[in-house]
């Protein structure tokens, strides 16, 4: 599994996990994050169980397995949580954020263990180390119950399935170019989105933050200008075609 360091501060950084090359191929393609603060970590949408090994594999070249100290899921589907019986075996004194609406549906992936620790609908917050991380709102996108993750300081937003793309292990990891990179999107999107307003609202919310990156569970980065080119497409976009 390839690792690379997305963003350093002074306090603390973000790490991206993703594009196995080992992975079956019928196994959807996801990206996992961690922020990394002093003994403190947490990792975002940890990965099927398909992908712990590699994912565990990775992740203790860059810290010591007892300071991944936070897990988060920002819904139930077992493309981002299915592994969490096995990081509850590895992790025995962690917490994993989620969720409040999903808890008995995640808690079957196995969790004995690990601390659930449920999410409000409004969202909240996470001390790791010494930065702040802020949990968004996200609700219907795709999941009834849905979360991102942002970093104000880093300007960060782990996005979930927002800005999604379905692609194989040998693309990059960042966005070269929005427009070539729409079609790649759209289906996925207009079909996995049910709600025009839910969409619009988080839209609205998100534009009030500041952010250089944002990170998907799948495909590629958007950075700098190219966030901002991506809500306003988002913005435009019917969802919910399904019907």
Same mark, same amino acid.
């Given at each position: 599994?390839?690792?690379?360091?997305?963003?350093?501060?002074?306090?603390?950084?973000?790490?991206?996990?993703?594009?196995?090359?080992?992975?079956?191929?019928?196994?959807?393609?996801?990206?996992?994050?961690?922020?990394?603060s002093?003994?403190?970590?947490l990792?975002?949408?940890?990965?099927?169980?398909?992908?712990?090994?590699?994912?565990?594999?990775?992740?203790?070249?860059?810290?010591?397995?007892?300071?991944?100290?936070?897990?988060?899921?920002?819904h139930?589907?077992?493309?981002?949580?299915?592994?969490?019986?096995?990081?509850?075996?590895?992790l025995?004194?962690?917490?994993?954020?989620?969720?409040?609406?999903?808890?008995?549906?995640?808690?079957?992936?196995?969790?004995?263990?690990?601390?659930?620790?449920?999410?409000?609908?409004?969202?909240?917050?996470?001390?790791?180390?010494?930065?702040?991380?802020?949990?968004?709102?996200?609700?219907?996108?795709?999941?009834?119950?849905?979360?991102?993750?942002?970093?104000?300081?880093?300007? &960060?937003?782990?996005?979930? +399935?927002?800005? #999604?793309? *379905? /692609?194989?292990?040998? @693309?990059?990891?960042?966005?070269?170019?929005?427009?070539s990179?729409?079609?790649?999107?759209?289906?996925?999107?207009?079909?996995w989105?049910?709600?025009n307003?839910?969409?619009?609202?988080?839209?609205?919310?998100?534009?009030?933050?500041?952010?250089?990156?944002?990170?998907?569970?799948h495909?590629?980065?958007?950075?700098?200008?190219? &966030?901002?080119?991506?809500l +306003?497409?988002? #913005?435009? *976009? /019917?969802?919910?075609? @399904?019907?």
């Amino acid at each position: 599994m390839k690792s690379q360091l997305l963003v350093e501060t002074p306090t603390h950084k973000w790490l991206y996990f993703g594009r196995d090359p080992e992975k079956n191929d019928k196994i959807i393609d996801t990206n996992q994050y961690l922020v990394q603060s002093g003994n403190q970590s947490l990792l975002m949408d940890p990965g099927g169980i398909e992908l712990f090994a590699p994912m565990l594999a990775s992740l203790v070249r860059h810290l010591p397995v007892d300071h991944l100290t936070y897990l988060f899921a920002s819904h139930q589907d077992p493309d981002i949580i299915s592994s969490l019986g096995l990081w509850d075996q590895t992790l025995p004194k962690a917490k994993l954020y989620a969720p409040w609406l999903w808890e008995g549906f995640i808690r079957h992936f196995g969790m004995h263990n690990i601390s659930y620790e449920p999410l409000d609908d409004k969202g909240g917050k996470l001390q790791v180390g010494e930065v702040e991380l802020q949990f968004i709102p996200a609700h219907y996108l795709h999941a009834s119950g849905n979360f991102h993750v942002y970093d104000p300081v880093a300007k &960060v937003l782990m996005s979930g +399935d927002v800005g #999604a793309a *379905l /692609e194989g292990a040998e @693309a990059d990891i960042f966005v070269d170019d929005v427009a070539s990179h729409i079609p790649k999107m759209a289906y996925f999107h207009q079909r996995w989105m049910p709600s025009n307003r839910a969409k619009n609202d988080w839209v609205a919310r998100v534009r009030e933050l500041k952010i250089d990156y944002l990170c998907p569970q799948h495909g590629r980065i958007f950075h700098g200008e190219q &966030v901002q080119e991506f809500l +306003d497409w988002f #913005a435009k *976009l /019917e969802v919910g075609i @399904a019907v």
